[in-house]
């Protein structure tokens, strides 16, 4: 509307004096005090590093801890790690190896191991297993030598020799019977190297080879040179190494078959056979040096059917773990709040994933 028609229309020719009264309520009004606005208090975060400096978010504010808050109710801890998972800096190679080994499992290895399994008569399996379980018996016994364990060494010799003589040559386990009670002992130069304090190295997923470290690899290569350095033909042929290999990894992959199932029902399977294999070994070689043996991870206990899959850990289980580890409350970057936010009641679950210290927790809100 132009301003000249506003002015006219709004002129008090047109529309006449206001009425004293209304001056009067007008004069009289005290006018409304307008509602100040709701302050958003900022949420206030912290990232407390492994060296126990702090970072303070870009607000500026305050760590509430730092304000004598110490709720622990409104704080929610994320333990984790950033980068290769410890011990295997390798993890992607690794991870496509496993990969790809898998794909050869399941397409060729795998049923030819059933293959194995089912076609051959028992007790002809089962020979074809002593046989190449007493040709490892002289690394055995060279590696009980060297770890000082003249008792065991005695009898993996005195095993040998009754195998390789009444047994015919291994086919017959007679040593491991009930009247001799002479057990098969595994031992290697993998294990000689970690009895002496040799670490594992870093972790590696090697084709057909499967788990392993840069220890053990080099230890397994050099246990099987025993035979054909030191005795030289037929072990140094191609007639041997052969059919000893085929069968040997055949016999291995039917002994890890009810092991490798379990894995692949985990969320991570790569991480799960990397886990179970790094501490089973860990315990062997501490078993074998004489030190106290570390407790059974979680997944280790499931992947050997101690426990099932989703049951929590016993609290002595869960305390006897971090203490092993080292882990205080501090170490662990945290993220709190004031208490002026109302948190929801949350349901806390134990989640495995591929890069924490040992677990992660997992918070819903509960319907």
Known sequence: ????????????????????????????HTPQEVAAPVELLPTNWSLTMQDGTEQVGESGAQDPQDAGEDDDSEVIVVEGQIGPPEGDPMVELNETSYRITQAVDDALVEPLAYGYRDGLPGPLRDGLGNVVRNLSEPANFLNFLLQLKFGDAAETLGRFAINSTIGLGGLIDVAGSDEIGLPYRRNGFANTMGYYGIGPGSYLYVPVAGATTVRDIIGNSLDQLVLPVAVGRPFNTPEYGVPVFIVSNLESRLEVDEELSRIEDTIDPYAARRDTYLARREREIAELRGDPVPPKPRILQEIDGDIEPGDPLLEEQEAAEEESEGIEPSDAPRISYEDTLELPEVRRLSVAITQTRERSTLFERTR
């Open 1 to 28: 509307m132009p301003a000249s028609s506003l002015a006219i229309l709004t002129s008090p020719i047109l529309i006449g004096a206001i009425p004293p009264a209304q001056i009067d309520e007008l004069a009289t």
